[in-house]
């Protein structure tokens, strides 16, 4: 008779497991796609109600559930696929519009202390704006993103 009982809960704790599981991989993509739309300028900080724009920062979040759609492939229910590709393809399309906007007005710049495209900071030397033809490190940093979502 208690062998009966332990055969009777293993399929209900197994199932309470996996709706546990799912909800826990809901909650994940929700807080990345959640980062990385403020990252992008999308929704404001919880805390302190400003938009900030850190398109690298959105870009790794991104790239996080694009690593989890790629490696999870098969492993997940009809639901929770459905979910993070809802996801990514929002966050895509985000994406592409933060980066073809134009970039946010200097003073939200300066407070976040990034220095706006083209400009110097003011511990740069007069003469770095003024170097002709690109770097090498500026290359690398164009390459970066080349992606198209």
């Known amino acids: 008779m ?3 009982q332990t055969t009777e809960q293993a399929p209900s ?3 309470t497991q996996a709706d546990l599981m799912s909800a826990l991989f809901a909650q994940m ?3 990345q796609s959640n980062l990385a739309m403020m990252l992008m300028g999308k929704a404001p900080h919880p805390e302190s109600g ?3 724009r850190d398109v690298e920062g959105a870009k790794l979040f991104i790239d996080q559930l694009e690593m989890l759609e790629v490696k ?3 492993n997940l229910s009809k639901e929770e696929s459905n979910l993070l590709k809802q996801s990514l393809m929002g966050l895509r399309m985000a994406f592409v519009d933060c980066v073809s906007s134009a970039p946010a007005p200097a003073e939200s710049r300066a407070e976040s202390g990034a220095t706006p495209v083209g400009t110097a900071s003011a511990t740069e030397p007069a003469h770095a704006k ?3 033809g690109p770097s090498g490190g ?5 390459k970066k993103f080349t992606k198209k979502y």
């Open 2 to 4: 208690s062998d009966s």
């Open 13 to 15: 704790q197994q199932g």
């Open 29 to 31: 993509v929700l807080q």
């Open 50 to 52: 400003q938009t900030m």
């Open 72 to 74: 999870t492939k098969g």
């Open 130 to 132: 003024a170097t002709p």
């Open 138 to 142: 500026e290359e690398e940093s164009r």
